[in-house]
């Protein structure tokens, strides 16, 4: 399925749903005018819980390098 | 997933270190956000900070990324006036934390860009990967808990946060049912950076598991001067490359294992025509793999070193065909027995040379061959 629309480049005009010549900077108030301040509102008015109680144990001791495929 | 594996809190500083770090070769979606849409970053990373309790935010980004390093600065200085950031931060105001953000520019190491290494970079250090365990989210910067999220990644906290994770999930690729665990799942959009032979190179969002060809026809208008399509690399040098029957691999996080190769990597794909050298290709990659080798491990200082030798002189038309089994046994001493390196720059070298010559081979053999004919009339041999 292809994307509906624009989220990481909602700002960044990109084909199809652009044009890359009319990108521009966008400033903190264009940001905020486009759909930020909704977020920037959500997320002051909640408050965090600890991340966690206890931390997990260690699941890999020498695990392969990193990117690795797993078995 | 990295978020919740740190620890309780014990009062005492955790950080979040974003990756921008964007030195693999073909890869340049994160340059593109940092270019035009800065602040959709630092809303991600004013969420992440929130949300896991962090007061300390770092943004290591590539040294070559000048225009960028100012571009960002700005708006993190635009993010200070908001108050999204600093001692009267609204965040601040509910979780009592004054949180702060840091701009942190590499001196252009491409392995900088492998986490530790970045830590170890961010701390003044010489820029050379950590053994791990412990991994950054319980030791990570200056030896305390550490986040470390991609710019792509970080990026994309603010739409979940404001969309919820179901909308999330309803985009990408499912895990099949059948499917063992070890098969991801590839939720989400996804910035494909695509480069090389297309009619028009450049960053496209799309969902996850969007077909290679729908990406190089649709988006980028197809290959350049109407040539066919040879090869690709789906996400950076490192990963190996798709060959010419893959056409319509499916670009999501199982695509290692579908098509033989290590896996979608930054996503960064680079499409190369019928035109290609492949000989070249593979030397250029393990060129620049030998150049950015840290040194530490053996494998990788000496491996990446004799292949680059090797493939030079297979280019150059001295290789015997004794030199592409060497190729593959050296690639397979780097890369065959996980966890004998710290980080995973040899085993990128392993995946890059196994899988082109193991799939264009006859590219390789063609070059030998005629080799060994033109020497041996050299020679005077009959």
Redesign the interface.
């Given at each position: 399925m292809p994307l509906k629309q624009p989220i990481l480049t909602k700002r960044i005009p990109t084909p199809p749903w652009g044009d890359p010549a009319d990108r521009k900077l966008v400033t903190l108030d264009h940001f905020l005018e486009t759909g930020a301040t909704t977020r920037y509102a959500k997320r002051s008015s909640s408050t965090p819980k600890p991340s966690s109680t206890s931390s997990k144990p260690a699941s890999c001791v020498a695990e392969a390098a990193q990117g690795s495929p797993r078995a | 997933m990295k978020?919740?594996?740190?620890?309780?809190?014990d009062g005492d500083r955790r950080y979040l270190a974003v990756n921008a770090d964007e030195a693999e070769p073909g890869t340049f979606k994160d340059r593109?956000?940092i270019?035009?849409?800065?602040?959709?970053l630092l809303?991600g990373i004013?969420?992440c900070m929130?949300?896991?309790?962090i007061d300390t935010a770092y943004i290591y980004i590539r040294g070559e990324y000048h225009a960028q390093a100012k571009?960002l600065q700005r708006?993190v200085d635009?993010?200070y006036?908001?108050n999204?950031f600093g001692k009267d931060s609204?965040?601040g105001k509910?979780?009592s934390l004054a949180p702060h953000c840091y701009i942190h520019r590499g001196a252009g190491a491409y392995v900088c860009g492998?986490?530790t290494a970045l830590l170890e970079s961010l701390e003044g250090k010489r820029g050379w990967p950590r053994i791990?365990?412990p991994f950054p989210a319980?030791a990570g910067a200056f030896a305390r808990p550490t986040i470390i999220n991609n710019v792509?990644t970080i990026?994309?906290v603010?739409?979940i946060?404001?969309h919820g994770p179901d909308w999330f999930k309803s985009?990408g690729t499912q895990r099949p049912e059948d499917a063992p665990p070890?098969v991801p799942a590839s939720f989400g959009?996804k910035?494909f950076g695509v480069s090389g032979h297309v009619n028009?190179p450049?960053?496209?969002?799309?969902?996850l598991?969007?077909k290679l060809s729908?990406l190089i026809e649709?988006?980028c208008g197809g290959m350049r001067n109407g040539k066919k399509f040879k090869a690709a690399i789906p996400g950076g040098i490192?990963m190996g490359i798709l060959g010419t029957d893959q056409y319509d691999a499916v670009l999501d996080f199982d695509v290692?294992?579908k098509y033989n190769c290590?896996?979608l990597g930054t996503a960064g794909v680079i499409v190369m025509d019928q035109d290609t050298d492949m000989v070249a290709v593979t030397r250029n990659i393990i060129r620049f793999l030998a150049h950015e080798s840290c040194g530490q491990c053996t494998p990788c200082r000496e491996g990446t070193t004799w292949m680059y030798k090797t493939l030079s002189r297979i280019e150059a038309g001295d290789g015997t065909s004794k030199d592409l089994d060497l190729l593959l046994e050296l690639a397979g001493s780097m890369?065959a027995m996980?966890?004998?390196?710290?980080?995973?720059l040899?085993?990128?070298a392993n995946w890059a040379v196994r899988t082109i010559l193991n799939k264009f081979r006859p590219d390789f053999e063609a070059r030998v061959r005629k080799h060994r004919y033109v020497s041996l009339s050299t020679a005077g041999v009959r």
């Open positions: - | 978020w919740s594996f740190l620890p309780p809190e593109m956000l270019d035009f849409d800065p602040h959709i809303e004013a969420i929130h949300a896991c309790r571009t708006a635009e993010a006036e908001y999204v609204f965040l509910i979780n492998e986490e791990k365990p319980i792509e990026a994309m603010g739409p946060v404001q985009m070890t959009p910035l028009r450049g960053v496209y969002e799309d969902e598991g969007i729908t649709t988006h490192a290692g294992k290590l896996g890369g996980p966890g004998t390196t710290i980080c995973g040899a085993d990128g």
